[in-house]
C-alpha cells in the first residue's frame, strides 16, 4: 500500500538563521602600563585561531609582559592553543612572560589533559595595576 506523499513533507523547510564565526567568540586586547592583557570570550577555537594570530604577533612584537583572562572563553580549541603556546615561546625568548590573569576551569582542564598546564602558570598577585 503506498502512502500519499504530502504537500507539508515535499516543502523545503525555511533556512534556520546562522550566527556567523565572529559572534560566538572574540579575542581582544587590553594594554595596560605595565602589561598587556589578553581576553578571550566564547568559543575560542579553529575560527578564532586566525583572529587570536593577528593579536599574538602584534603581542610578541610589542615585547611586554602578557597576561590571558579566558574566564569568559566556553572553550579554547588546539588551533587557539598552538596559537598560545608559539606567543609563550616568544615571550619566553623575549625574556617576558605570559601567565593567565582569570582562570577557567573548563580551560584548566583540557590543558591539564594535554600535559600543556605548565605553559599557562598563573599570574601572581603582584600589587601593580596593568
Do not use: Y
Not at 23 to 30: G, K, P, T
Not at 43 to 62: I, P, S
Request: glycine content about 8%; some cysteine.
Amino acid at each position: 500500500m503506498q502512502m500519499p506523499l504530502s504537500e507539508s513533507w515535499c516543502t523545503p523547510e525555511a533556512p534556520e538563521a546562522t550566527t556567523s564565526p565572529q559572534d560566538l567568540f572574540q579575542v581582544a586586547v587590553r594594554p595596560g602600563g605595565l602589561r598587556d592583557l589578553l581576553v578571550l570570550t566564547g568559543q575560542v577555537d579553529l575560527d578564532a585561531a586566525a583572529q587570536l594570530r593577528g593579536q599574538a604577533v602584534e603581542l610578541a612584537a610589542r615585547a611586554r609582559p602578557v597576561e590571558i583572562d579566558w574566564s569568559g572563553a566556553e572553550h579554547v580549541g588546539p588551533s587557539a592553543v598552538q596559537v598560545l603556546l608559539a606567543l609563550a615561546a616568544a615571550m619566553t625568548a623575549g625574556g617576558h612572560t605570559l601567565e593567565v590573569r582569570s582562570d577557567n576551569p573548563r580551560v584548566r582542564g583540557f590543558l591539564e589533559l594535554a600535559g600543556l598546564a605548565s605553559h599557562f602558570p598563573m599570574a601572581e598577585e603582584k600589587g601593580e595595576t596593568s
